[in-house]
Each structure stands twice: as structure tokens, then as C-alpha cells.
């Protein structure tokens, strides 16, 4: 059975691992106070040529979201977020549960668009009654979205122009960040992020990593006690130096962009294929997930031979489903997946 | 000056003001274990045709929203709201400082639509990946609404159905729910909602009284150690036979209902010479909220000689305004109002 | 029967009925914006000698403490309270609810030692582990104590300053206020209270007032957009003018200070004629509140011809009981106990 | 340098490194639907004598702890912990984060005395206030304490049954479980666990793991949609598969008690040096924790050649400090720091 279900399903690059097995009996100090924190940090501030950096190290996307939001958010603001958000619809509230509202507006493939998010944002600021209401103190946006889709360095600058002049900071969930990076399309670098957004992390749990998201705070407001709030969010991880030492893997020799360049040359392939066979996209994406309509006969015959995520009902008879390529997908693969479409 | 400007900004109806004069020395026990409490909960379950209701009586809604969504909802549940819901709007975030998503759909003149309820909660437990999503727990309807109209018996039997189905429970904010009452085109009366929702309260703030809400629980589901959330949500006034004396009061009499059918029989007059003298209406309301689209030079003349809320700007010339009647409107303003507009 | 159960089980001082009733139907605006919170909050920032402290008022005491609390500490930070303190024993874990933890340190007669708090917060810092502690962000007090008891200037002097040598804020719950400050034994005025404290209230529910707690933050950190989180604690009264009102009163012609000291000229009386019966007294109080310890027997025998309440077991045979005083407690009543006991 | 600081300095067993790397390339299912979860809790069901538990994993220990609390807990309700317990000391106030109170009883070398938790929860539902004071919903106790002792199954049994008396859940942390089970003073068994407590957890990432606790609820008392929750609190690993696999490797073979036993046996030959060379013990400790009273002068001297955990100040003078052993110390260590001692 092929598999194209998501990006998450193996358990680590190689060279992590090796480097595991290698160090495995070594005694680290805890909680992310060891030397390989110290050095995934000082690589990833290099990176993001952002030498004054806070750079901290959590385990998964959704705790990653939650802790950085709460920690950034007055009690008295909310975060502002695409409808189709991650955190929006599939965290099970967890920013809510730590007390703050997701301020919905309208997500154009995943992305928000500029002008709407001003116009929220002021229009909040003219309502006669805002006292009364949910400050928007943060913008969320995820880089590649949840669509797969990219923010443009032009769009990312208007936003974070937003931000800064309605006094909002600016939140770039990188869950699968080196999809981004590495795709032909994009024109938004690391220094960009660091530059433009007030937190922003680089996905580890999706590109190579067995798991863990490198959060980047550069700007200048920073939750204090961050560590303190981690523990707090149960967001600590007692091994820390398990986290630095996979992200100084990642960050040596540029592994980290290498790795994810393979999901986009399969991807690239994967789309001509698709193209090629008349299938309908749902979204244009230009990174490793491709999302396509077809009938719901088709999906089921396909779901023998491969796996797939299902993606949204589109009609009594139409289903949007997603292929995923990342980067452990072999080409072999999805050459064997062109036979089958 | 005359003045529209909203339905609480008198103290209280004289009958409860000369009733706390009356006994103002007198010793009673705190925290809603005294007689008056005991006696208004007493007329309220026969109002309600209601004999084994649990009644309470909190300061104001916003606290009695909050408290009463937080304590039946699991930390899981969110509450599925009207997107123009005073809770999803105007609350500053206290249902999601309490860790609860409200999962807003669409508004409809400040009312769900069954149908789209029942597609909202039936799609999400189609959702494959609903185990990451919030679940909804219970639907929010206000009676009337923000925008002053009203629920059909018919269509609360059938929300109270898709509840029951889904195994969410109903709660009815009647902040205005005197108005409601009073309302000739109303056909919902206490014992119905006694009968359909799981918990509704019934507006005293706005409806006479100085402050209070009185929440009932008919159904069978009802929340544990209730007085001690109340409590924990600081909700807890400590001479609680203020609340009981001010609900007795009401319900001695019908005097509840009488003087709500004053706001009533004023807005009719109002909603008739605005007709005639061509205004035109955002919402078609039976109750005492008015709300009519102006343009801005019109709004700015009135505004000189009445008071009225801001609604919402409907275009760059035009704006919409609420005039509202309450319990403590004199016909001879309304007389007078009409002879501005 | 007699009763001397507790502070609050009058309506209100006959002044505040009164001006109720004169202005029962004005029409004023909402939320705090009206011109008696206006003037009381005049009078008050004149009473404390601090011109530019900012004066709210909300409904009752566990509301302001939690509400306070919250609006004051960061994520990280705790607060720091005699084991006994009110928050930490009589409010259904309202202030845990809003995510912070009471940290308890040991009650003398009610109060902490001055010398104790310096311990424990520098002993926090002196952790090696403290990272992955609670900060001590606040110190709550209260005046007089839940034991009726009272700092002494020299000690409220003391406590800021170690508030302020460990950057914490400190905060004086002063629900029974009043009954301090009509005391002979006290030396700290409203002006001691807003030079001292970051934050404190004056308790209008239990000196006189039908409802209302004045807060007072006259210091440098004060919680941003205040009225925003009030409301989203469910703690805002949406006729302000009412708690102004209130307080307005009790400020005019120093009204609050001369009903107090009803409560303490009758509790002198009463606990001469207690001491002179050799009555044990479990604490020396100077204010309102006397606990004395009874032979259960004697107990029983007192229960049937006055109110009072049970405080706590002391042995199998004994029980402390509170007698407490009030500005309504009439002097003949005292006179009558004083033949029974 | 020898390091005898803590039990999580190393990556993992050996077999666990082996395991991962064998099948690092595999596809797996994600959020714990993995054959590995399956395989793991069907191995601990059996080890726990308890055919239908339900067995879930999560990452951490502050992570399990606050989210089962949590989840287990409603609103109304704290969890009786030792004043010592990690909950109430060590977790940066994780779980008061949530909601709940931690309700602190007395601490006897780690552990809570079944007569002053009966004493403790018989007199809250006694005290005639109770409805304003948090209930005791839950105790928690850790096997072994942080102090390193051990429950008597006796003493479990009676904990057990006071706790179903009053209502209250029993949750046992077993963050060091294994060095629990693995000692000989020990009569504990996992199939006593399941029997007594409503939920515990078999701790991983102190005990070769590499990290990871195995939550299992053999009671009828489980918290609804418990995925959602774990999902909610950020607790959701997305590759639930490198849990289920480690857990599987350690409960192969016995390899969890095997490996536990090297500490304990390590443990035992460096009691016997200290006691020899006339050391002085805070705690009597039968597991991996040896906590010894020290001259601050030796403690500096030792400090240059092993490293160790400072435990507390016991005066000017003395310091309490902590040596640990672990799955992974070697015997050769332990000899070379009798030398030292």
C-alpha cells in the first residue's frame, strides 16, 4: 500500500537518530540547559541572522501554539486568525482553554488577506462599545498554511505593518516551515521572519525531526518567565537536550533545507501527474500537500492502493482529499502513484 | 433631553424600592437562604409550571451567561452561538476567559436558523478528525434577541429537538425576556421554555428590577454544588434577599409582565410614526428595540434633541441608530419624539 | 431573638434607601460613566490624600479579590496570603479558578508576620529550582483580618516594604475597612492605605452600603484596560450609578467612618461585659468581630436566644463563636445579650 | 566527574535506540492509532492484572499530572496533595494553571498519613461553610514520594478507602514507579495499583525510557473523551507511536523491572558506604533517592569531584543534598564515589 497520508509518519532523518544511539548513555543536564540547546540556538540565530534571538525548544505544534499565544496575550486580547486557522478548528479549543478568544476572519485558501485584517482591526477600534469586547492583540498566520499555500514577503510586510501600527504582534505558526523554504515559489527567508514577525517557529515534527518546534523570538517583546510559563502549559520537556540536539542536527551542513526540498521535488512531480491526468485542485499549492476534487467512486477505488487524507465534503457526490509528500517520500513512490491515477 | 438610549438606566419600579425602605433594618440570613428568596422561587416554578425547578438568582447577565455556560459545559464543550450572540460579542471574552469556545454561526436578524444548527453539529460528527475539535455542548439563543425579535414556539420546539439529538444543551438568555412576554406576536410562554430548555433565566435588570436575573433549571440536567460555582465565579451577592425580594416583587401580580407591556405599547406608537414618516428599518422587531438606518446628517440633527445607541455603520452616509422603550417609558416622551423625527 | 450574626444582613443605611428612592426614575448612562461615580470617586481620591489614584467600584468582596488578583498578577506569579486569608479558605477557589495559586504562609491571629514574608519570599529566590516555581507576584492582606485584628502602621510599612524590595504588589482587602479605621486602637488612615499599597478596597457591603466595594489602585502599576477584564469576570454592574451612588453617600459628611464606629462603641460594650463574665476570648480583637470559646453546653443553652456564628471546634467540649457588631447593631440589643450571657 | 544528579541524564535504554532505528522509515498512523500503542497497552493491562483498563501515554510528568487531574476534577473541586507533593512544589503552578486548587496537607518524609486525610476531609464536610470551600475531589500521592519512600500496601489500601468514602479519586504519580516496584521493602504490586487508585501512571522517562508515562484507568471513574482533552492540553504527541514502541520494549521481557533494579541495587551499596562512613540521612529511603545532611565545607569539597542535587538548607551551617541512581548507573561509579565520600 502507498502512502501519501501526511508528513508526520516516520520517525526521524537518519543522522538523528545516529547521533541518538551515539550519545545515548552521556549525562545532560535538564531542561534544555545543555550544551546541544546551546548550539541548535546559536545556529538557529545565525540562520535567521538574528544574533540576539530567544530561541526555546517545544515538542508539538498545538502545545507550541497554545503556550506562545497565551504567553504573548493579555488576559483582555484575543489572537487573530484565518477561519480555517489550525487553531481555530483543530486544537480542541486549546487556545480558548487557556482563556483567550480566536478572533475568526475570512481565510482565502488558508491565507488572510491584508486589507480584511485592517479593516477588522480598525473598524474594532471605531465600535463605540469595544470596552466591551475582545482586544486583538495578536495576529496568527501559518507559514505554508494549512492549504498548503505561502505568504509572499510583500503580503508578510503589509501584515506585520499591521500589526505594529494597531499594536498587535505577529505569530508565524512554521509547522512545516522548510516546505516553504525550500519551494521554488517562496520568497520569504528566515531573516525575513525573524525581521517581520514577533514569534515565529521552525517545524521540527513534520521536516526530519522525531519531534519539536524551534520557537524565534527576535523582536522586541518577549513573555518573561518564559520558561517558568512552559512548565506551567506542562510544555517542559525534562530531556530538553533531546530537542537541541535533533535541531543542531537539522541546522549543520543546511540539513534542515536539504531534507524538506525532497518533499517539494516529489510534490512537483506528484501535481505535473495529477495535471497531466485532468484532476481538479482544490487550492494551488506550491509546497507537499496537494489537495484534489474527485468523485467520490474514484476516492474509493484510489483508497485501495494508497493512502490519503480526506479533506472536506464537497458535494453529495465530490470529496476534496490530500496527498502528501515530505521529506522521507521516495520518488519511487510517486512514480508508483502516477501508474495508479 | 429626551432619551431612547436603552432599557436600563432607571433604578428600579417604586413597588421594590418602597419594599427594601420598608424593611431595611431588618435581619435576614445571606446568601440566598433567606424567606424572599424561598418566596420568589416559589412564584417562579408556578409561573413556569415548573414544580421541581431549581431556581437562582444572579446580579447581572453577562455574569449569569458566563456562570451558567461554564458550570453545564465540559472542558471539551463549547457553546454554539449566533455570531451576532451577546456572548460571542459583547462579553470581552468571559465565556473563553472561562476556557469554553463559542462556536458562532450564522445570524439571521439575531437568530439561528434550525436548519443550519443542525447542519453545523450533524457535520461536525461526520468530521473524521472531530476528536481534535471542540465539541458542542450546548446552544445559546437569546429571547428576544440583540436585535429585539423573536423565537416561534415552533422554532424553539425545533432547536429543543436538534438539542436533545445531539446532546447539547439549550440555554436561553431572556435578559429581556419580559418583553418577550408582553409581546402580542409572541406565542412562547414560560411554561415552554420551562419545557424546552434545559436552563433559561429571566431578566430582571432590564425588565424593573434594580439588578438580577433569575436562571431556572427544569430539565433534567442540572449542574452540581451550583452555590459554590457561583461562588467560585464570583458571582455570589452576599445579601442575596436582595435578588429574592426584587423577583418576589415581580412575581406578586403579574406585575412583571404589566410593566413590560408598557415598553411594548410605546414602541408600538414609536415603530407607527416612524413608519409614517418613511424610516426605514434594519430588523422588523415586535419588541422594544427599534433599530432604523438614517443618514449621518439626519442621525447628527436628532442627536441634539434625543438620546439613542449607536448601532452599526451601514455605509459612509449611512448609519443605523436603536431607539428603546422600556418598563419606565413615558408615552408622553414617545409623543414627543415624534414630533422631532 | 438577637442577633449578632454577622456585618451584612441589613439592606442598607436609610441615607442610600433614601437617595435611591429621589432618584428613582432619572435616567442615567451605564457602566460607570455617570456623574455619582463621578463624585464619589472625587471624594474618595480626597480621602486618601492621592489625587491621582484611579477609584472602580464593584459588587462584593470575592469578586473585587479574584477580579484584582488576576487583573494584577502575570501567568507566572502567585500571591502570597496568611493560610487563613479569606481567598485562601472562603472562596471556593475563585482566585485558583483564574489560574493563579494562593501561596499560604502562617496566620497569627489572622495577620502575617512581617519577618515570615521576607523569609519566604527571599527563600523562593535563593531556590535553585525556583524557575520551575510560582513567583511571588502579590502579598494580600487584610484590614482588619477575617479575626478582626489590625496591622499597626509600623507593620503595613514594613510588609510594603518587602512588597517592593521583591517586586511584588501589595494588596489590602478591606471589606470590613470601616470598622478598622473607627477603631481606637488604629494608627493607619485611607492615606497610610494609598501610599502603602499598590491596590486596596473599601468595603461598602458590610459598613453600610446595600452592595459595593470601592478599589483603589493610587501606586504605579495599575492593570491595564481595568474595566475591559472587570467585565470579563462577569463583574460589571451595568447600573454603575448605583455602586456611586452608594459611595457618594458614605463619603459625604465622613458617613462611612460615623456608622462604623456604631459597630465598635457596641462592641467595646460587649466585650466588657464578656471579659467581666470570664468569657475566654479566643482572639484579641479591637474591631467588630469577638470569638470567644464556649463549653459546648453553654453553647447550646446561648443558641436558642441569640444568632451568632459557629468559628471553629476547639476540643471535643468547647467551640469558638463569633459575636459580631455592626453599623446597624442597636445598643439596647447589646444591652439584652449582655443579661443573657 | 561523577555524576549522580538526577535519573533523566541519559537518552534511553538501548533497546528502545535499537527498536527506533530499526523501524525509523516505517509509516505509522498518528495520535496513538498505532500498533505499538496497541501492543503496549495490551502488555500493561496484563501487567496490572486489569483487562479493561484504559491506557494511554503522554510525554511528561507535569504534563501527566496536570492533564489527568484536570480531566478527572470538575470545577468545584481541588486534589489533597502533600504540602511536598511535585504538584504543589515543582510544577510551576500547572495545575492551580488550570483551574483547581491544590489542597495541602501535611507531608511525613513525602508521604500524606491516612488519619490526617480523614481527618482533613471529614472535617471539611463538617464545617457548616463548606459550600464556600473547594471540595476535596481527588488525592494525590506519588509511589515513591519525592523524598524517595514508599506507601505500605496497607497504607495504600487505607488511602483507598477513604478516599471511595468521601467520594474523592486516588491518583498515584509513578514518575519513578519502577524503582518502587523494583525494591524489596516494597509490597505494592502494579495489580494493587490498578485495584486501588482510579488512575496512575508507570513512569518512563526516569526509568529508560527516553521519554513517556503511561497513564492507565482501570476504575469505572474515566474522564469522557479523554483524547480530546489530551489534545486540549497541548499533551498530544502527533507521533503517538514512539511512546506505544517504548512503552512495548519495557514492558517485553520484564525489562522494566530488570533495568529499575540496577538502581536500586546501586542504591543500596551507596547507602551502606554513607552509612559507614557515618553520613547523616534526612530520609530513611529504600529507593533510588539518598538525601544526606552535610557541612556546607564537605558539601564544597565532594562538589568538586561528584555532582548531586542540592535539597535544602537545614541551617547556616548544613545543607541536605541528594544523590541519585538510576536504570543507567554503573556499579563502577557508585564504587568510585565510596572512595570519595
Chains 1, 2, 3, 4 share one sequence.
Request: aromatic fraction near 10%; glycine fraction near 8%; proline fraction near 3%.
Amino acid at each position: 500500500m502507498l502512502s501519501f497520508v501526511n508528513d508526520y509518519c516516520e520517525v526521524a532523518h537518519e543522522s538523528i537518530l545516529k547521533k541518538l544511539t551515539e550519545i545515548s548513555l552521556d549525562k545532560n543536564p535538564g531542561y534544555g540547559t545543555d550544551k546541544y540547546c546551546a548550539m541548535a540556538q546559536e545556529k538557529i540565530r545565525k540562520a535567521c541572522n538574528a544574533p540576539t534571538a530567544d530561541v526555546y525548544f517545544l515538542v508539538g505544534g498545538t502545545q507550541t501554539n497554545k503556550t506562545v499565544i497565551d504567553t504573548c496575550l493579555k488576559n483582555y486580547e484575543g489572537v487573530v486568525s484565518a477561519n480555517t486557522g489550525h487553531i481555530n478548528v483543530h486544537e480542541a479549543g486549546a487556545v480558548e482553554f487557556t482563556g483567550h478568544k480566536v478572533l475568526g476572519i475570512p481565510s482565502h485558501d488558508g491565507k488572510i488577506c491584508p486589507k480584511e485584517l485592517e479593516a477588522y482591526v480598525s473598524g474594532f477600534y471605531k465600535d463605540g462599545n469595544h470596552e466591551h469586547m475582545i482586544y486583538p492583540g495578536m495576529t496568527y498566520i501559518s507559514q505554508p498554511t494549512e492549504y498548503g499555500t505561502l505568504y509572499s514577503l510583500a503580503e508578510l510586510e503589509e501584515i506585520s505593518r499591521i500589526c505594529k501600527k494597531y499594536d498587535m504582534q505577529l505569530f508565524v505558526d512554521g509547522a512545516r516551515l522548510g516546505y516553504g523554504l525550500a519551494c521554488q515559489e517562496n520568497d520569504v527567508t528566515l531573516p525575513d521572519l525573524a525581521r517581520l514577525a514577533d514569534v515565529f517557529y521552525i517545524g521540527g515534527t513534520k521536516v526530519g525531526a522525531m519531534f519539536g518546534e524551534a520557537v524565534v523570538f527576535a523582536g522586541e517583546k518577549r513573555p518573561a518567565h518564559f520558561i517558568t510559563q512552559v512548565k506551567q502549559h506542562g510544555a517542559m520537556l525534562a530531556k530538553g537536550w533531546l530537542l537541541g540536539l535533533q535541531f543542531d542536527e537539522l541546522f549543520t551542513d543546511n540539513l534542515y533545507e536539504k531534507i524538506a526540498k525532497n518533499a517539494i521535488d516529489t510534490a512537483i512531480v506528484l501535481k505535473k501527474a495529477l495535471k497531466e491526468k485532468g484532476y481538479t485542485f482544490l487550492v494551488e499549492s506550491p509546497t507537499n500537500q496537494i489537495i484534489v476534487v474527485l468523485d467520490n467512486k474514484r476516492m474509493e477505488e484510489l483508497s485501495k492502493q494508497v493512502n490519503f487524507s480526506f479533506w472536506e465534503v464537497i458535494s453529495e457526490e465530490k470529496t476534496a482529499i490530500r496527498f502528501c509528500t515530505s521529506w522521507a517520500t521516495k520518488m519511487s513512490d510517486v512514480l508508483a502513484l502516477t501508474e495508479i491515477l
